[in-house]
């Protein structure tokens, strides 16, 4: 969509601080709740994609551009968009605190921190391998912070968003023939069609004894009995997550991997530091919504088919 002079009408199902709205001064604005014609005649979507759902989509007969404040989509109800619509993720919105809370697991597992009252060989990862799944946003900024402990990044994507980061990169075809090379690998991939399960068991028991497995994308993307299995047969290999699985349409934190001592997870809150609120979301996404208006150019464009 160009740039147009009418005023495009925009709905977001949140309400938007002061500095989200100013960004959006040039939008016709309507915030939480509005009446049927507004809602068809709105152009975009701001909007976390669990709030919507088929009947508030099949009502936005005008929608051109959903942008939601969250870094996935894969709650978005993608069959109920009108055809044609654009889709944009806030994946940079969460770019450093995520990879942050990645690193914090990945250190933390590979020092033991994650066990209670038991006494282990702490693990170095200075100089060692890291194969980063997911070189996105977040999945680079894991490759920048690991050149601090001079480690050699192997990087495993459909595309990559800071290629000089990685002294290696391979597609994710090529993830089977390379796991083994790394000590320690972060997933953040986005989930769709294609990483549904991508990490199983057979893959897992590709990689090395004594790897350390942090994932910060979604919790579908590892598959759960696989990695149950993997777990158990391999006693020196670690897993930390942020991410669970989903059951009826919510995630779910209870697994039989919690009983396991080569196992550690905190609940999905690697994208929020506590004392910090969701204000600096709302704003990415606010302007990346304006950019799209100014150049037709935002960032972090989805390509819907994945998820169809």
Request: aromatic share 6%; glycine share 8%.
């Given at each position: 969509?160009?740039?147009?002079?009418?005023?495009?009408?925009?709905?977001?199902?949140?309400?938007?601080?002061?500095?989200?709205?100013?960004?959006?001064?040039?939008?016709?604005?309507?915030?939480?709740s509005?009446?049927?014609q507004?809602?068809?005649?709105?152009?975009?979507?701001?909007?976390?994609?669990?709030?919507?759902?088929?009947d508030?989509?099949?009502k936005?007969?005008?929608?051109?551009?959903?942008?939601?404040?969250?870094?996935g989509?894969?709650?978005l109800d993608?069959?109920?968009?009108?055809?044609?619509?654009?889709?944009?993720s806030?994946?940079?919105?969460?770019?450093?605190?995520?990879?942050?809370?990645?690193w914090?697991?990945?250190?933390?597992?590979?020092?033991g921190?994650?066990?209670r009252?038991?006494k282990?060989?702490?693990?170095?990862?200075r100089?060692?391998?890291?194969?980063?799944?997911?070189?996105?946003?977040?999945?680079?900024e894991?490759?920048?912070?690991?050149?601090s402990?001079?480690m050699?990044?192997?990087?495993?994507?459909?595309?990559?968003?800071?290629?000089?980061?990685?002294?290696?990169?391979v597609?994710?075809?090529a993830?089977?023939?390379?796991?083994?090379?790394?000590?320690?690998m972060?997933i953040?991939l986005?989930?769709?069609?294609?990483?549904r399960?991508?990490?199983?068991?057979?893959?897992?028991?590709?990689?090395?004894?004594?790897v350390?497995?942090?994932n910060?994308?979604?919790?579908e993307i590892?598959?759960?009995?696989g990695?149950?299995?993997?777990?158990k047969e391999?006693?020196?290999?670690?897993?930390?997550?942020?991410?669970f699985w989903?059951?009826g349409g919510?995630?779910?934190?209870?697994?039989?991997?919690?009983e396991?001592?080569n196992?550690a997870?905190t609940?999905?809150?690697?994208?929020?530091?506590?004392?910090?609120?969701?204000?600096?979301?709302?704003?990415?996404?606010?302007?990346?919504?304006?950019?799209?208006?100014e150049?037709?150019?935002?960032?972090?464009r989805?390509?819907?088919?994945?998820?169809?």
């Amino acid at each position: 969509m160009s740039p147009t002079s009418a005023s495009p009408k925009l709905f977001v199902t949140d309400t938007l601080p002061q500095q989200a709205r100013d960004i959006l001064s040039d939008f016709e604005v309507h915030e939480s709740s509005a009446d049927d014609q507004v809602l068809a005649e709105c152009q975009v979507l701001l909007c976390w994609p669990t709030r919507a759902k088929a009947d508030l989509l099949q009502k936005m007969k005008s929608l051109k551009v959903v942008q939601t404040m969250s870094a996935g989509i894969d709650d978005l109800d993608i069959r109920s968009l009108p055809p044609g619509t654009q889709v944009f993720s806030n994946a940079g919105a969460f770019t450093g605190t995520v990879a942050e809370h990645a690193w914090g697991m990945l250190l933390g597992v590979a020092k033991g921190i994650h066990l209670r009252n038991q006494k282990t060989a702490p693990r170095s990862l200075r100089g060692k391998s890291l194969l980063v799944l997911g070189a996105g946003s977040i999945g680079s900024e894991v490759a920048r912070l690991s050149k601090s402990l001079e480690m050699e990044t192997l990087g495993v994507s459909r595309s990559f968003r800071s290629p000089e980061l990685f002294d290696e990169r391979v597609p994710v075809a090529a993830l089977p023939d390379v796991i083994g090379k790394a000590d320690a690998m972060v997933i953040a991939l986005p989930l769709s069609k294609g990483t549904r399960g991508l990490v199983g068991y057979d893959l897992l028991a590709r990689a090395k004894e004594m790897v350390m497995v942090v994932n910060v994308g979604r919790g579908e993307i590892v598959d759960e009995a696989g990695l149950l299995r993997w777990l158990k047969e391999r006693r020196e290999s670690r897993y930390a997550t942020d991410v669970f699985w989903v059951t009826g349409g919510r995630e779910r934190f209870a697994t039989d991997a919690w009983e396991l001592p080569n196992f550690a997870g905190t609940l999905h809150v690697s994208g929020v530091p506590v004392g910090e609120d969701l204000v600096g979301a709302k704003v990415a996404a606010a302007w990346n919504v304006r950019r799209y208006f100014e150049s037709g150019a935002a960032l972090n464009r989805v390509d819907v088919g994945e998820y169809l």
